[in-house]
C-alpha cells in the first residue's frame, strides 16, 4: 500500500476512547514517562489517540505544536490557545528553542508501518522537526489496528523509539526491537 491508500484507509475511523484509556495507562508505566520534566504533546484529533487527560499531570510541563507555514515548532500554553493549521488548536506562546534531556516526544499518526515509520498527514511536519531533533525519545501511540504490515515509505519518515498500543509495547531505540 502506499501513503495515500493508507490515509484513504483510516479517514474518518475514530479512536474509541477505552483504547485510548488503555494506551495512556500504559505510557503512564514507562520509564521515560516518569523520568520527563517535559511531554511534547498533541491536541488529539477523533482519529488519533486522545491523550487529553494527561494535560493534568501537574508533576510535567507539556508544549504543543505550533505550525507556521511550512514549519512546526512546539509552544507552551501562555496566553492560551486558538484554531490554527489544519483547524487544530495550537498554542499562544513562544517557540521553546532547546529541550531538556529527558524531553518526550508523544507523535500522533494515521498509522505506522512494522518498521516503525511513522504515516502522517502528507506535510512532513514531524519528519523535519524529528530530523532537526534526534536526540528526543519519540513516543508513537497508535491503536494495533492502524499497526500496518507494509507501506511504502522514504527515508525521511521518522522511526518511533517508543511504539505503544492497546495491547503492547514496543521499544526500538537502542536496544532493538523488542516488548517492553
Known amino acids: 500500500m502506499d501513503k495515500v491508500e493508507v490515509r484513504s484507509s483510516f479517514r474518518g475511523r475514530v479512536v474509541d476512547k477505552n483504547i485510548s ?5 500504559k505510557l503512564l508505566s514507562l520509564k521515560e514517562y516518569k523520568e520527563a520534566t517535559l511531554i511534547l504533546a498533541y491536541y488529539p484529533l477523533s ?24 514549519k512546526m515548532y512546539f509552544a507552551f500554553v501562555e496566553r492560551g490557545v486558538k484554531r490554527g493549521a489544519f483547524n487544530i488548536n495550537q498554542p499562544l ?7 531538556p534531556i529527558n524531553t518526550l516526544m508523544l507523535m500522533p499518526a494515521v498509522a505506522y508501518d512494522k518498521e ?7 506535510k512532513g511536519f514531524y519528519d523535519r522537526f524529528t530530523k532537526a531533533h ?8 497508535i491503536s494495533k489496528d492502524r499497526l500496518i504490515d507494509e507501506c511504502v ?5 521518522v522511526k518511533a523509539d517508543i511504539l505503544i498500543t492497546e495491547i503492547s509495547m514496543l521499544r526500538i531505540k537502542a536496544l532493538g526491537d523488542h516488548h517492553i
Open 47 to 70: 482519529d488519533e489517540v486522545d491523550i487529553t487527560p494527561l494535560f493534568n499531570d501537574q508533576t510535567k510541563e507539556f508544549a504543543y505544536p505550533v505550525i507556521d507555514k511550512d
Open 93 to 99: 506562546g513562544a517557540e521553546i528553542k532547546s529541550f
Open 134 to 141: 534526534p536526540s528526543l525519545t519519540k513516543v508513537a501511540l
Open 153 to 157: 515509505t522514504n527515508s525521511s519518515d
Open 21 to 25: 484509556k488503555t494506551i495512556i495507562e
Open 116 to 122: 516503525y515509520r511513522r504515516i502522517g498527514r502528507g
